[in-house]
Nanobody
Framework: QMVLVESGGGLVQAGDSLQLSCAASGRTINNDNIGWFRQAPGKEREFVAGISWTGSATRYADSTKGRFSISRDNAKNTASLRVNSLRPEDTAVYYC??????????????????????WGQGTRVTVSS
Protein backbone atom coordinates (compact mmCIF):
# COMPACT_ATOMS: atom_id res chain seq x y z
CA GLN A 1 0.00 0.00 0.00
CA MET A 2 1.37 3.40 -0.97
CA VAL A 3 0.86 6.59 0.98
CA LEU A 4 1.38 9.93 -0.76
CA VAL A 5 1.78 13.13 1.19
CA GLU A 6 1.79 16.54 -0.47
CA SER A 7 3.29 19.68 1.00
CA GLY A 8 4.30 23.16 -0.02
CA GLY A 9 0.96 24.84 -0.56
CA GLY A 10 0.02 28.16 0.94
CA LEU A 11 -1.38 31.62 0.44
CA VAL A 12 0.51 33.63 -2.16
CA GLN A 13 0.01 36.64 -4.38
CA ALA A 14 -0.50 36.59 -8.10
CA GLY A 15 2.82 36.24 -9.88
CA ASP A 16 4.45 34.31 -7.05
CA SER A 17 5.87 30.82 -7.25
CA LEU A 18 5.58 27.70 -5.14
CA GLN A 19 7.28 24.33 -5.00
CA LEU A 20 4.85 21.53 -4.23
CA SER A 21 6.28 18.24 -3.04
CA CYS A 22 4.93 14.72 -2.97
CA ALA A 23 6.55 12.13 -0.71
CA ALA A 24 5.72 8.47 -1.15
CA SER A 25 6.01 5.75 1.44
CA GLY A 26 5.02 2.12 1.69
CA ARG A 27 6.33 1.18 -1.72
CA THR A 28 8.60 2.61 -4.36
CA ILE A 29 7.30 4.89 -7.09
CA ASN A 30 10.13 3.89 -9.42
CA ASN A 31 7.82 2.01 -11.78
CA ASP A 32 4.88 4.38 -11.56
CA ASN A 33 3.90 7.41 -13.55
CA ILE A 34 3.14 10.37 -11.31
CA GLY A 35 0.48 12.95 -11.92
CA TRP A 36 -0.57 16.20 -10.31
CA PHE A 37 -4.21 17.18 -10.31
CA ARG A 38 -6.09 20.05 -8.78
CA GLN A 39 -9.61 20.78 -7.68
CA ALA A 40 -10.89 24.30 -7.36
CA PRO A 41 -13.94 25.13 -5.25
CA GLY A 42 -17.10 24.06 -7.02
CA LYS A 43 -15.21 22.47 -9.89
CA GLU A 44 -14.20 18.97 -10.89
CA ARG A 45 -10.74 17.63 -10.36
CA GLU A 46 -8.51 18.36 -13.36
CA PHE A 47 -5.18 17.14 -14.60
CA VAL A 48 -2.28 19.56 -14.20
CA ALA A 49 0.91 17.69 -15.10
CA GLY A 50 2.33 14.19 -15.28
CA ILE A 51 5.73 12.54 -15.51
CA SER A 52 6.72 9.09 -16.65
CA TRP A 53 8.29 6.51 -14.39
CA THR A 54 11.77 7.26 -15.76
CA GLY A 55 11.26 11.00 -15.78
CA SER A 56 11.96 11.13 -19.51
CA ALA A 57 8.45 12.16 -20.55
CA THR A 58 6.17 14.86 -19.21
CA ARG A 59 2.70 16.05 -20.01
CA TYR A 60 0.96 19.29 -19.10
CA ALA A 61 -2.50 20.71 -19.26
CA ASP A 62 -2.80 23.62 -21.67
CA SER A 63 -3.58 25.95 -18.78
CA THR A 64 -0.30 25.17 -17.02
CA LYS A 65 2.09 24.60 -19.88
CA GLY A 66 5.05 26.93 -19.66
CA ARG A 67 4.29 27.95 -16.07
CA PHE A 68 4.40 24.63 -14.23
CA SER A 69 7.24 22.13 -14.18
CA ILE A 70 7.03 18.56 -12.89
CA SER A 71 9.98 16.52 -11.76
CA ARG A 72 10.76 13.42 -9.74
CA ASP A 73 13.57 11.90 -7.72
CA ASN A 74 13.20 8.13 -7.66
CA ALA A 75 16.11 7.76 -5.25
CA LYS A 76 14.18 9.81 -2.71
CA ASN A 77 10.77 8.43 -3.68
CA THR A 78 9.48 11.93 -4.28
CA ALA A 79 7.96 14.09 -6.97
CA SER A 80 7.64 17.84 -7.24
CA LEU A 81 5.63 20.47 -9.05
CA ARG A 82 7.12 23.89 -9.51
CA VAL A 83 4.36 26.41 -10.06
CA ASN A 84 5.37 29.82 -11.42
CA SER A 85 3.52 33.00 -12.32
CA LEU A 86 0.57 31.96 -10.21
CA ARG A 87 -2.84 33.36 -11.07
CA PRO A 88 -5.98 33.58 -8.95
CA GLU A 89 -7.52 30.89 -11.15
CA ASP A 90 -4.78 28.50 -9.98
CA THR A 91 -6.39 28.51 -6.54
CA ALA A 92 -7.21 24.89 -5.73
CA VAL A 93 -6.27 21.87 -3.71
CA TYR A 94 -3.39 20.15 -5.48
CA TYR A 95 -3.09 16.38 -5.37
CA CYS A 96 -0.34 14.05 -6.44
CA UNK A 97 -1.22 10.58 -7.65
CA UNK A 98 0.57 7.43 -8.73
CA UNK A 99 -0.39 5.30 -11.70
CA UNK A 100 0.81 1.76 -11.07
CA UNK A 101 2.19 0.01 -14.11
CA UNK A 102 0.06 -2.90 -15.26
CA UNK A 103 0.34 -4.94 -18.40
CA UNK A 104 -2.16 -3.58 -20.87
CA UNK A 105 -2.21 -0.11 -19.32
CA UNK A 106 0.82 1.16 -21.20
CA UNK A 107 3.55 3.53 -20.15
CA UNK A 108 2.25 6.78 -21.58
CA UNK A 109 1.57 9.59 -19.12
CA UNK A 110 -2.17 9.93 -18.80
CA UNK A 111 -4.30 12.86 -17.80
CA UNK A 112 -7.17 10.53 -16.88
CA UNK A 113 -7.68 10.43 -13.12
CA UNK A 114 -9.24 6.96 -13.41
CA UNK A 115 -5.84 5.55 -14.33
CA UNK A 116 -4.24 6.70 -11.08
CA UNK A 117 -4.37 4.28 -8.22
CA UNK A 118 -2.98 6.11 -5.22
CA TRP A 119 -3.79 9.64 -4.14
CA GLY A 120 -2.55 12.00 -1.51
CA GLN A 121 -4.73 14.17 0.68
CA GLY A 122 -3.80 17.32 -1.16
CA THR A 123 -2.17 20.65 -0.39
CA ARG A 124 -4.10 23.89 -0.70
CA VAL A 125 -2.86 26.73 -2.87
CA THR A 126 -4.59 30.08 -2.62
CA VAL A 127 -3.59 32.88 -4.96
CA SER A 128 -4.73 36.38 -4.17
CA SER A 129 -4.99 39.08 -6.81
Amino acid sequence: QMVLVESGGGLVQAGDSLQLSCAASGRTINNDNIGWFRQAPGKEREFVAGISWTGSATRYADSTKGRFSISRDNAKNTASLRVNSLRPEDTAVYYCAASVFRYGRGRAVSGDAKLYDYWGQGTRVTVSS
